[in-house]
Nanobody, 124 residues
C-alpha cells in the first residue's frame, strides 16, 4: 500500500503559475508510473499528465501540453507538476495517482492509488 499526499494548490490569477507536489509514504514511488488527474465540479475526473518510473518518458493531455510539466524525484519519493500560463478552465481539484500496471494509461480506473487532492483555482 502506498499513501499519496498532494500539496501546492491555491488561488492564482490567469497567466500565473503553481507547482504541485505529491509525496508518497509506505512504499517507494520508483515502482510506479505516476499520473496527475483533475476534476472540476460536475465533471468527470480527467487525465492531465503521466511520467514513467525513471522519469525518462512523459505525456500530456492536449489541453495542458506546453504549459504543464510533470517531473519526479525518486530519492525524495515525490512527483511534481509545474503549471504555467494557467487559465480559468484549469480550475479543479488536482489528484496524483500511482499506476502499478504499466505505461500509457489515461483512464482513472487504470490507476491503483490516489491522494486526497489539492484545489487549484484560477481567477480571470
Amino acid at each position: 500500500q502506498v499513501q499519496l499526499v498532494e500539496s501546492g494548490g491555491g488561488l492564482v490569477q490567469a497567466g500565473g503559475s503553481l507547482r504541485l507536489s505529491c509525496t508518497a509514504s509506505g512504499r517507494t514511488l520508483r515502482n510506479y508510473v505516476m499520473g496527475w488527474f483533475r476534476q472540476a465540479p460536475g465533471k468527470e475526473r480527467e487525465f492531465v499528465a503521466a511520467i514513467s518510473w525513471s522519469g525518462g518518458r512523459t505525456f500530456y493531455a492536449d489541453y495542458v501540453k506546453g504549459r504543464f510539466t510533470i517531473s519526479r524525484d525518486n530519492a525524495k519519493n515525490t512527483v511534481y507538476m509545474q503549471m504555467n500560463s494557467l487559465k480559468p478552465e484549469d480550475t479543479a481539484g488536482y489528484y496524483c495517482a500511482a499506476d502499478t500496471r504499466g505505461w500509457g494509461h489515461v483512464q482513472a480506473y487504470e490507476y491503483d492509488y490516489w491522494g486526497q487532492g489539492t484545489q487549484v483555482t484560477v481567477s480571470s
